[in-house]
């Protein structure tokens, strides 16, 4: 089996997310503009989620790094088997950007030469972070002088400011973005101005272990920053409940190289143009940030009973959460 060059090796989890989470939803997106859709993301060299997706993939816009963590990475696996799709006729076009998307998308050269330009309405966004939203990529000169600082929410930004630029291409999309609560890092509480998301922040506080406060504290923050990177780009957002897996194993420094699991967990936000005169959609905080997770095993997802917190449950039924949506019923039917 190809390693992934995220370092990130394959795992049941994660195919149940792709398969019994992603899949249904886009198979309803599908249905519903009468036409395959088009994909932009970081598939690895594995191509993974392009694989399960394919039944609904139009076209693929994939980015991916040469070098990761000092080790260079086979690319043309991943150019290859885009190719031998087209080829056959299973998708129609395809396109691999060489280097970091941060860099790509903000606008420098790929390594292959490409400059990223949008002429399309994207309809899937596959955000797979190895790290979280607040993590920096930091940008050096020749001299070794830190000369930029990129985070993945400017990245996020800049992705939807492409995307409100597509005029009458496109109105609805899924954006999977995937981060690791295992790289938490201690946010500015004071930025946040939602009450309720900083009466929530102050509860979950009080909770003492700290891998299960840490991703509510991205479960929040994330929340908070992605709706208004959404609105401020004319998008409506809306969050489904965010999945919860463990990730593959990794040597835990802080505890003697004992092997644990990353901790990770994907948000499921649906985004709508928001039409001239139109509101932007306000979606109850306190309702999505007390409900449980959704928990992905090896074979299966449901809710997920933390014993460090009393949460809300709710039917994991992946068709009915999109479904009784209100971007289903009120924006997207």
Known sequence: ??????????????QVVRSLWCKPHLKILHELVKKKLIYIGLPDIQALDIKEWLDYIEKVFAFQCSIYNGQTIEVKILEEYLKKLELTNKIKSSVVYIGWMEDIVLGKISE????????DFFKIYNLDFCNNLRTPREIFNSKGKRIEVIHKL????????????QEDKGANFIMYLTVNANTFESDDNASIKTKEIRKYL???????????????????HGFYHIVRCFNDNGFHAELLPPVFYHGSLYPNKEKSFKPEHHRMMTFTILGTKIKKDESSFVQDAEVFLNQQFIFANDTSISCYNDAYINEQVYNADVIELLKNSHTYNNLWT
């Open 154 to 165: 400017d990245l996020i930004d800049k992705l939807l400011k492409h995307q409100s630029e």
């Open 112 to 119: 292959n030469g490409y400059q990223f330009n949008q002429s």
């Open 202 to 220: 102050k509860k979950i506080d009080a909770i003492r272990k700290p891998e299960v406060k840490a991703i509510r504290q991205i479960k929040a």
């Open 1 to 14: 089996m190809i390693k992934a060059a995220s370092g990130f090796n394959p795992h049941l989890r994660k």
